[in-house]
């Protein structure tokens, strides 16, 4: 793992799984999403997901243990040597301290942990009307991100659609309740390491993923 590590953090719905795909799409960084992770393991009804579930409806935090190992399994494939956007992962100190000793491991370290800044009332809004492409993935919503023809996915043109179990106002709120209390101490933990970029998520998408482009630049400029 010798790549560019940028960890993506921020509350549910501050945009981290949408700049994650466009910094894919421009940088060849591979998107890794602990929540992707966890909720094909619920899918495939395997004992980590089979344990996940519960806590993942309730909008609390599966333990560092499952999400370690199941990323870790995810760092072993190739893909990952040309540099990682980590999104939604760490989300505890614990898992910071993991992180760390998985990127030694192989030489690496992390680049720049980037906090999308969002208020969390439209936060509120903004997660309960979200919805997925089920063909390619693309993110879409109710109200703020329409495609252009209902129904119909401007990217690939697919017609089904998924809603995730917690993206509701009650789980979103828990979530809300879990970021600030175990994730957000990870913003001052970052700061110190001179690693933080703070990005304002509460602009347009295309507005934010410039800031975050500088910043990724910048980051490789220095690597
Ligand atoms: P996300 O897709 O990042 O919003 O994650 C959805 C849910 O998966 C979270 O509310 C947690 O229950 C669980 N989850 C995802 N990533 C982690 C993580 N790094 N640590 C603990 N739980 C996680």
Redesign the pocket.
């Known amino acids: 793992m010798t790549g560019q590590i940028v960890i993506l953090l921020g509350p ?1 719905g501050a945009g ?2 949408t700049q994650a795909r466009m910094l894919e799409e421009r940088h060849g960084l591979v998107q890794l ?4 992770m ?2 094909g393991a619920v899918r495939a009804g395997t004992p980590a997901g089979l344990a ?1 579930k519960a ?2 409806e309730a ?6 243990e499952i ?1 370690l190992a199941i ?1 870790k399994e995810r760092m072993t494939q190739p893909d990952v040597a040309r540099g990682a956007i980590l ?6 100190a614990g ?1 910071a301290a993991a992180l760390d000793r998985l990127l030694a491991g192989s030489g690496g370290q992390v680049s720049a942990a980037v906090s999308l800044d969002v208020d969390d009332e439209a936060m509120v809004d903004r997660v309960s009307g979200r919805y997925t492409c089920a063909s390619c993935g693309e993110g879409w919503h109710d109200r703020f991100k329409q495609p252009t023809r209902a129904g119909t996915c401007d990217k690939c043109g697919g017609t089904e659609f998924t809603r ?1 179990a ?1 993206d509701n106002e009650t789980t979103v709120r828990d ?1 809300l309740g ?1 970021y600030h209390a175990q994730t957000a101490p990870l913003i001052a933990h970052y700061d110190a390491l001179g690693l933080l970029a703070r990005v304002d998520a509460m602009q347009e998408i295309d507005a934010v993923a410039r800031d975050l482009e500088r910043v990724v630049t910048e980051t490789t400029a220095r690597a």
């Open positions: 549910p981290k799984g999403s602990t929540g992707d966890l909720r996940a806590v993942m909008g609390g935090l599966v333990s560092d999400v990323l999104d939604g992962f760490p989300r505890t898992q995730r917690d979530r879990a």
